[in-house]
């Protein structure tokens, strides 16, 4: 288990170090508190409001396998394989880093629907 | 003693069988070297004892002594890809770090065990810089250092070693000698001669067949003959002449041509009679490895 911490640890580092992946986490936020602010109070702003963690976990998971599609393309994936972190602990590290994404962009959405408002 | 066995291992890619029919055993604490051209199937069988892909026919498995348990075996070799497994985000001491944490090696000392390597790997100038950055001579380098900081039972090595620069070479194999001193065992997949004369024993492969299995004086000295140099004045006919005269496959290697002879003295005796006027220099000299290799490609 100690392994897929580390792992997550690093593939965090490795989301801060790129734009595209960090452009990814923070848009879905951003443009939830914006629909949010459009909608006022209509039923589809509380419902956004509500099912806003689902949305994260969607678009968390999408990230997340978007990037092990990268990470075959460029060879980072074998690298992995050739360790004896392959397999349960490469799965368990991406699912970390899902709870992860989906905590920070959780806690993006909720503190600017806090500033907006 | 743990060994590597690849016992009638094949491989098919598709519709096409990249390895066919390969058997032999590596002991530990040997380098054992996987020699051939591009396209002769080392990749994918070093891949097989690197335990990223499995065999389509046969086995390759590392067998364990008594008290051994294989599945702890199992996690003791490391890789070193021909194109890198790194993270191309992270720099390279990162990338070792990470790489280093993954393995069971002790926590204490692995920073200064990283940093060895990159000093080992000539990679200090550029420890802190992108691995996609980087130019491929040091990828390599990186790559390789990948495989090293793991300090498994096994390192296989994929044609990364010809691509550094000479001092790193010499100090990347004093590194692998004295580790297989210690009983480690390597596994270098190589198209150079030269590396692969440093090796205790090699397999050459050719077409995905194993063709040659030896040390590398026996695998040169299994060429019969001898090899006549010619060293031309830029006659442009001459190699076609001496095909001709000699009925032999002429090559050209390090500017001069070259082939493969049984009476070799007689030969050179004639070309300097027949050919005398065209030609700068001949000598004869024992068949290398090269040699070998082509030799194999022809069989």
């Known amino acids: 288990m100690l392994r897929s911490f580390v792992l997550t640890y690093w593939e965090v580092r490795r989301v801060r170090r790129s734009r595209a992946a960090c452009a990814a986490v923070l848009i879905l936020p951003v443009a939830a508190v914006a629909a949010h602010m459009l909608l006022g109070n209509a039923p589809g702003g509380a419902l956004l409001g509500s099912f806003f963690p689902a949305l994260a976990v969607v678009l968390g998971s999408a990230l997340v396998w978007m990037r092990s599609v990268l990470d075959r393309a460029s060879g980072f994936a074998a690298g992995l394989e050739s360790t004896p972190a392959a397999g349960a602990i490469v799965l368990r590290a991406r699912v970390l880093l899902v709870l992860l994404l989906v905590l920070v962009q959780t806690a993006i959405f909720y503190g600017l629907l806090r500033i907006v408002r | ?299």
């Open chain 2, 1 to 299: 003693m743990n060994s590597i066995a690849v016992d009638r291992a094949g491989k098919r890619i598709g519709q096409v069988w990249a390895l066919r029919d390969i058997s032999f055993e590596i002991a530990r604490g040997e380098v054992f070297g996987v020699f051939g051209r591009s396209g002769s199937g080392k990749s994918t069988l070093l891949r097989l004892i690197g335990g990223i892909e499995h065999p389509t026919s046969g086995t390759v498995a590392l067998e364990a002594s008594d008290g051994d348990d294989p599945s702890w075996l199992d996690a003791q070799v490391s890789v070193a890809l021909q194109r890198p497994g790194l993270a191309p985000e992270l720099t390279v001491a990162e990338n070792l770090r990470l790489f280093a944490s993954l393995w069971p090696t002790p926590r204490k000392g692995r920073m200064g065990r990283t940093a060895m390597f990159i000093e080992l790997l000539g990679l200090s100038d550029v420890r802190n810089r992108r691995v996609q950055e980087l130019p491929e001579g040091l990828k390599a380098a990186a790559e390789i250092g990948r495989a090293l900081v793991a300090q498994a039972e096994v390192t296989v090595i994929d044609g990364l070693i010809e691509r550094l620069d000479r001092p790193t070479r010499r100090r990347a194999w004093e590194h692998i000698l004295s580790r297989r001193r210690q009983g480690a065992t390597f596994v270098i997949g190589t198209a150079s001669a030269a590396e692969a004369a440093l090796c205790d024993r090699l397999a050459v492969l050719s077409g995905g067949r194993l063709q040659f299995l030896g040390t590398p004086d026996q695998v040169s000295a299994g060429v019969q003959g001898e090899v006549v140099a010619v060293e031309s004045l830029q006659n442009p006919l001459l190699k076609s002449n001496l095909a001709e005269r000699f009925a032999a496959a002429v090559t050209e290697r390090n500017g001069s041509l070259e082939f493969k002879s049984q009476s070799g003295e007689a030969d050179v005796a004639r070309i300097l009679s027949e050919l005398g006027s065209d030609v700068g220099c001949v000598y004869l000299r024992q068949p290398t490895l090269d040699d070998a290799l082509d030799r194999a490609e022809k069989d």
